[in-house]
């Protein structure tokens, strides 16, 4: 089968589209035939080798965060799924590998596809939608009424988010660019702040969450507009020990998160506010309730553009260069 694949980490490497094997079902697991996959800021990084440290591929390997398609192959074991269900997920770390024509996945990362929306929307979905769910529902048990701060709210996360926040009831602070103010007031966010503009520091204030998803910055900035007790969940850095414990890292692992986050921990708690971190994971049972939001039409994907599979370099780079609408999806079959 076709599989694009990193052969060489490197910010300049390209992946390589290779003739492999299919690959082998374990007992648990369903083989899905790839009809499109969902591209993420993940990927790049991935690739540039900056998350060698704690997730150590080995090269060569098929890269590829989310997927949705048609299950082909089912394990002895597998109760959830049969062949021929339409599937979506994002598969668990070191078992990745959506940019190919077939991809083998444990049925517990698996949710049946929303039956409203399309392969290539249904790939768009699993790595934003869980990072939403655990940052939200999970981390910040996001109640009616609270106030929330969710950054950059035209991107991939972003237009997850503040459908996401709307619906548990909360009132939804965004940052956008003016051409993207239609999109997250549409999405329903409450206050949008130019960025370019504005300095959100000097408008919100007594937030119960922020989703921080930019610089360290904003990061700063965002912790001085929490009300006491709010709670802070970065998903871009810096890590902290629980990431570690989630990971199963080693001890010098460990200590080098509980380093990096110091700083801002200390920050945190002189102004009385939670610091955490989030990485996402795979979880095919939040997965399944993301598929009732959206079979009911409460989330709808965004999508901003569709590349054939042969550029499926090109939709890497048009997401690296950071102005997504939405989500970009290389389409597969
Ligand atoms: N830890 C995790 O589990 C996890 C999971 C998912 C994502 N992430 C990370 O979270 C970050 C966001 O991911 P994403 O997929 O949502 O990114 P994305 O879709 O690529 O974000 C692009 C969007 O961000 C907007 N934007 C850029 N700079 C901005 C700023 N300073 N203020 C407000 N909006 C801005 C852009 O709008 P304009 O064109 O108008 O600027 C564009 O619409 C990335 O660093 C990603 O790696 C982490």
Avoid: C
């Avoid at 459908?163 to 329903?188: C, P, W």
């Amino acid at each position: 089968m076709k599989a694009f694949q990193v052969k060489r980490y490197g910010k300049k490497e390209k992946l390589q589209l290779t003739n492999i094997a299919e690959p082998v079902v374990k007992e648990n697991e369903i083989l899905v035939q790839v009809h499109a996959a969902g591209v993420n800021l993940l990927d790049s990084k991935i690739r540039d080798g900056e998350f060698k440290i704690f997730l150590p591929y080995k090269t060569p390997f098929t890269n590829g965060h989310d997927v949705a398609g048609v299950v082909t192959k089912v394990g002895s074991k597998v109760s959830k799924f049969k062949i021929g269900d339409e599937v979506y997920s994002r598969p668990a770390d070191f078992r990745i590998g959506s940019f190919a024509e077939y991809l083998s996945i444990n049925e517990n990362d698996v949710a049946l596809k929303p039956k409203n929306i399309s392969m290539e929307e249904a790939a768009s979905i699993p790595l934003v939608g869980l990072t939403a769910w655990q940052a939200l529902v999970e981390k910040a048990n996001l109640k009616a009424g609270q106030k929330i701060f969710i950054q950059a709210g035209s991107g991939g996360v972003g237009t997850f988010a503040i459908q996401l926040a709307k619906y548990l009831g909360a009132i939804v602070a965004t940052t956008a660019s003016s051409a993207n103010f239609d999109l997250v007031k549409n999405l329903g966010a409450d206050i949008v702040i130019d960025y370019k503009k504005d300095d959100f520091e000097n408008i919100l204030k007594d937030y119960d969450v922020v989703l921080n998803s930019q610089d360290t910055k904003t990061l700063e900035k965002s912790l001085r507009i929490l009300k006491p007790n709010g709670k802070i969940i970065s998903i871009s850095g810096p890590p902290d020990v629980d990431f570690a414990i989630q990971l199963g890292m080693p001890w010098f692992l460990k200590l080098i998160m509980k380093i990096l986050s110091s700083g801002i921990k200390i920050k945190a708690k002189r102004l009385g506010v939670n610091y955490s971190f989030l990485f996402m994971r795979a979880d095919g049972n939040q997965l399944t309730e993301i598929t009732s939001l959206i079979n009911s039409g409460i989330i709808i994907p965004v999508m901003d553009k569709v590349f054939p599979f042969e550029q499926t370099n090109d939709a890497m780079a048009y997401v690296e260069a950071g102005r997504a609408k939405g989500k970009v999806v290389v389409k597969v079959k």
